[in-house]
C-alpha cells in the first residue's frame, strides 16, 4: 500500500499542508516553507506519541555518574510528575558505589592533581620547556602535598584495603610528594622530569584505577540487578536509562558500558541516553522519544534502522566529499570512522 502511494505523496502532502492551514498558506509562506511546516509538526506530533505510548508506561532509570546516584522510576510518566526532586511517590534514590571506590579514584587523582597545577602555570609562560614555577603554583603544590601525605595517607592505612592495594595507594601519594619537594627545591622544572615522573607512575595508577572500577561494577550492577528483581520481562525489556556524565559524554564510559551490558544495547543505540549539555532527566527523555520516532520512520521508508539517526544525507556526503569534491584528508578520516 505504501508503495502505491509513494508517486502521490507530493500531491498528499500538499493537500495536507492545506488542510493544516485551513485557508490558503499564508502570504510570507511559499509552497515549498508550508510544506515544511506540515513537516515539522507531524514529526512533533508523532514524537508526542512516541514517547506517550512507548517510553512513558516502562520504567526509567536516571544515572548521575558524579553523584553515584541512580533515581528510579517505574514509569516515564512518573519522572515527569516527579519535575527532578525524586519526591518518594514516584523516585527510588540509591547510591551505588561504596567508599573504597571514592578513596581509590581520589588518591589517583592526586599525582593527576599535581600536573594540572604544573600545566597551569606552563601555559602562562607560554609551554617553555623550563618551567619556572612562581609561589602561587609552589603554595598550590605544598597544599596539595599536605592534604596528600597527612590525612588522606592516615585513612589509607586506618582503611579496609587489603595490603597489596593499601601499599600500592601509598605508593602513589609517596612518589608524587617527593617530585613534589624535589622540584620545589629547585624552582623550576623541566618537562622531561614530569614525562618521567609520569611514565614510571602510570602502569601502577592504571593498577588502582582497575581496582576501583571493579569495586564500582560490582556495587552498581548489584543494585540495577536488586531494582531489576521488582519488574517483570516486559518492564525490564523496554527500560530506558539516563546517563548524566558531566561535560562530556567519554567513550567506554563506566556506568554507560555497564547498563548497556546489562540492557544488550548497542552505544548509540534509542535506550541508553546520554546527557553532555547539563540537561534534565525531561529533556533527555524527550531526546529518547526523538531517537524512536527516527528508527521508526527509517525502518519503514529506508528499511534501516540508523538511517536518520546518522543523518539521511550522510552516505551522499561521504561520496561528494571523497570523489566528487576530492576533499583533502576525506578518504582516511572515512575510513577511520567506520
Given at each position: 500500500m505504501l508503495q502505491t502511494a509513494l508517486p502521490f505523496m507530493p500531491l498528499i502532502v500538499l493537500f495536507a499542508a492545506l488542510f493544516f492551514f485551513k485557508t490558503e498558506p499564508p502570504n510570507n509562506l511559499n509552497e515549498f516553507q508550508v510544506v515544511n511546516e506540515v513537516f515539522r509538526d507531524a514529526y512533533k506530533t508523532c514524537k508526542h506519541q512516541t514517547l506517550k505510548r512507548e517510553i512513558n508506561p516502562y520504567p526509567v532509570m536516571s544515572i548521575d555518574e558524579g553523584k553515584h546516584l541512580i533515581r528510579f522510576y517505574k514509569q516515564g510518566q512518573d519522572l515527569i510528575s516527579d519535575r527532578g526532586r525524586c519526591d518518594s511517590r514516584y523516585c527510588t534514590l540509591k547510591e551505588y558505589t561504596p567508599k573504597e571506590f571514592e578513596h581509590i579514584k581520589v588518591v589517583a587523582h592526586v599525582p593527576v592533581a599535581m600536573y594540572l597545577i604544573i600545566e597551569t602555570q606552563s601555559l602562562k609562560e607560554g609551554q617553555i620547556h623550563s618551567i619556572p614555577l612562581d609561589q602561587s603554583t609552589l603554595n598550590k603544590l605544598y597544599d596539595l602535598d599536605r592534604l596528600a601525605t597527612s590525612k588522606m595517607r592516615h585513612s589509607i592505612e586506618t582503611g579496609d584495603f587489603n595490603i597489596h592495594d593499601k601499599n600500592q595507594l601509598l605508593e602513589i601519594i609517596d612518589s608524587t610528594s617527593i617530585f613534589i619537594q624535589q622540584i620545589s627545591e629547585n624552582g623550576t622544572l623541566h618537562t622531561n622530569q614530569l614525562k618521567d615522573f609520569f611514565h614510571k607512575s602510570t602502569p601502577l595508577l592504571m593498577d588502582v584505577t582497575a581496582k576501583?572500577?571493579?569495586?564500582?561494577?560490582?556495587?552498581?550492577?548489584?543494585?540495577?540487578?536488586?531494582?531489576?528483581?521488582?519488574?517483570?520481562?516486559?518492564?525490564?525489556?523496554?527500560?530506558?536509562?539516563?546517563?548524566h556524565c558531566g561535560d562530556t559524554s567519554r567513550k567506554d564510559n563506566m556506568e554507560g558500558t555497564a547498563i548497556e551490558a546489562m540492557l544488550g544495547e548497542e552505544r548509540g543505540g534509542s535506550r541508553v541516553i546520554y546527557d553532555e549539555n547539563g540537561v534534565d532527566d525531561v529533556t533527555l527523555l524527550e531526546r529518547a522519544a526523538h531517537l524512536k520516532t527516527d528508527i521508526n520512520l527509517s525502518e519503514m521508508v529506508f528499511n534501516e534502522k540508523w538511517r536518520m539517526h546518522r543523518d539521511v544525507l550522510g552516505d551522499a556526503t561521504k561520496e561528494i566529499l571523497s570523489r566528487k569534491l576530492a576533499c583533502p584528508h576525506a578518504v582516511q578520516f572515512f575510513k577511520k570512522l567506520k
Open positions: 576501583a572500577a571493579e569495586l564500582g561494577l560490582r556495587s552498581f550492577i548489584a543494585t540495577v540487578n536488586e531494582w531489576k528483581t521488582h519488574l517483570t520481562d516486559r518492564q525490564w525489556n523496554n527500560t530506558h536509562v539516563l546517563v
